[in-house]
Nanobody
Framework: QVQLVESGGGLVQAGGSLRLSCAAS????????MGWFRQAPGKEREFVAN????????RYTDSVKGRFTISRDNAKNTGYLQMNSLKPEDTAVYYC????????????WGQGTQVTVSS
């Protein structure tokens, strides 16, 4: 059974940090690209960051560049999103996702973890 389970969300003050984790099981995580998305209340889900299977190729949405870092540990079947200098506008449910390649759709999704940044 394929599973992606996010953890590490919570309530943090503006300027603080959180590290999200995404534990994968039921598929060959090391062969998949992974991404992080977020959805704020009343808004559509948006792309945050992604990385290829090796973790060497990473991309970020402009609003998080220089503050967030995506990484992965294929030996642990886990992906991460380190979030620093958090802002209230980062408040959202954060989802991790996996896809077979950059040309494919994200077909595996987690349930999400809430991140709330207070001002």
């Amino acid at each position: 059974q394929v599973q992606l389970v996010e953890s590490g969300g919570g309530l943090v003050q503006a300027g603080g940090s959180l590290r999200l984790s995404c534990a994968a099981s039921g598929f060959t995580f090391s062969s998949y690209d992974m991404g992080w998305f977020r959805q704020a209340p009343g808004k559509e889900r948006e792309f945050v960051a992604n990385t290829n299977w090796s973790g060497m190729d990473t991309r970020y949405t402009d609003s998080v560049k220089g503050r967030f870092t995506i990484s992965r540990d294929n030996a642990k079947n886990t992906g991460y999103l380190q979030m620093n200098s958090l802002k209230p506008e980062d408040t959202a449910v954060y989802y991790c996702a996996a896809r077979r390649s950059r040309l494919a759709d994200y077909n595996y999704w987690g349930q999400g973890t809430q991140v709330t940044v207070s001002s």
